[in-house]
């Protein structure tokens, strides 16, 4: 799904080739606030459209005394929910620039591989989906077309219908009267579920997950590591680090944790 991430580029939206950038101009100016905010004064004035518009909210947050994780987290979808994460636990400690180096590192890795693990099990749903349903609309068109065809063959030739055979042109008799009525709504389906997986797949690209697999606790236990490496390198403390995590967790999978530990 690589022409998502290309379609994002050209429509001046987040995507990993500017995240990463981001990320590279802001480790070259930690350490000083004003060369930070003059580094984003610079990026906004070449920069245009929605992603211009999140830098400015950036310079703007920082400016009014957000840290760079605090006014990251505050832009949706800026940036994936796992760099904010591992840039907060760097701040609790030290060795920020190292990590928004490698941070960037990993968001350009992905432009070699886009989308990970994730996008082939996503692309075989997505077109599993498709082809089943064009199998089973191309069956029911065909054989309501067919049905009366082969019921005057049958008739012609003075055979008796099978009851299994009459079974089924009962049933595509009755298809052939509701498939005029059915166009409209399978149509709205069909829209609407192209709509769906291309927003999934749009966000999928910006948050570095795909957003029906970020519900599932166990997905995230990678990255809770990583964290708690980046915490150790850095000197950070457990509670933040555990802070960071929970806040870098969707709002469902934190709502089913705490009720299943209560």
């Not at 994460?85 to 968001?107: F, T």
């Not at 166009?183 to 029906?212: D, E, H, M």
């Amino acid at each position: 799904m690589g022409y998502i991430r290309h379609w994002s580029y050209l429509r001046s939206r987040p995507e990993p080739l500017r995240q990463a950038s981001l990320l590279l101009m802001l480790a070259g100016a930690v350490g000083n606030a004003e060369a930070i905010l003059e580094t984003l004064r610079a990026h906004e004035s070449e920069s245009r459209g929605e992603w211009r518009d999140g830098i400015r909210q950036l310079r703007s947050l920082l400016e009014h005394g957000h840290s760079i994780s605090s006014a990251l987290s505050l832009i949706d979808g800026f940036l994936p929910p796992a760099t904010i994460a591992a840039i907060a636990v760097a701040e609790g400690g030290g060795g920020l620039a190292e990590v928004l180096v490698d941070e960037s590192q990993r968001l350009t890795a992905r432009l070699q591989d886009f989308g990970g693990k994730e996008e082939p099990a996503a692309s075989l749903v997505v077109w599993s989906g498709v082809l089943l349903t064009v199998f089973c609309g191309v069956c029911i068109f065909t054989g309501v077309d067919l049905a009366t065809k082969a019921q005057a063959i049958f008739q012609g030739f003075g055979l008796e219908i099978p009851p299994l055979s009459r079974a089924a042109f009962a049933l595509l008799d009755s298809f052939s009267v509701l498939l005029p009525l059915l166009v409209l709504p399978v149509t709205g389906v069909i829209v609407w579920a192209s709509i769906l997986i291309w927003k999934n797949c749009a966000r999928q690209n910006r948050l570095g997950y795909f957003p029906l697999f970020g519900y599932w606790p166990r997905y995230w236990t990678p990255t809770i590591l990583r964290l708690l490496g980046i915490g150790m390198a850095t000197g950070s403390t457990l509670p933040r680090v555990l802070n960071s995590a929970i806040l870098m967790l969707p709002a469902g999978a934190n709502g089913n944790e705490s009720s299943g530990g209560a």
